[in-house]
């Protein structure tokens, strides 16, 4: 696991915090498609430094949260992100 800089975007509004980046899943990949989407990338925040964004940068390349999920901490939560020129929209679902 590496931490990596993320901007959370919401409207005009930017935030850089830490994450901390995991692997996508084969069953989420999945999971993804099925919906239309690609998930492509996977990171750990903290709970309270999530409100609710969209949108994601990271290394110049802007992602849309497609799902928020549980982590095995319980101070943070996971995002699944999928590059924006890969269409899709709303997002997947909070479990």
Same mark, same amino acid.
């Given at each position: ?12 509004? &930017? ?7 995991? %692997? ?5 990949? =999945?999971?993804?498609?099925? !919906? /239309? ?9 903290? &709970? ?7 949108? %994601? ?5 802007? =992602?849309?949260?497609?799902? !928020? /999920? ?26």
């Amino acid at each position: 696991m590496r931490s990596e800089q993320i901007t959370l975007i919401s409207g005009d509004t &930017r935030s850089t915090i830490f994450a901390d980046m995991k %692997v996508v899943g084969v069953t989420e990949y =999945y999971q993804a498609q099925q !919906v /239309g989407d690609t998930a492509e990338l996977k990171c750990e925040v903290y &709970r309270d430094e999530f409100d609710g964004q969209k949108f %994601v940068e990271l290394g110049g390349k802007r =992602y849309r949260v497609i799902r !928020v /999920g549980s982590a095995k901490n319980p101070d943070k939560i996971t995002l699944t992100l999928s590059d924006l020129s890969q269409g899709g929209d709303g997002m997947v679902g909070l479990f």
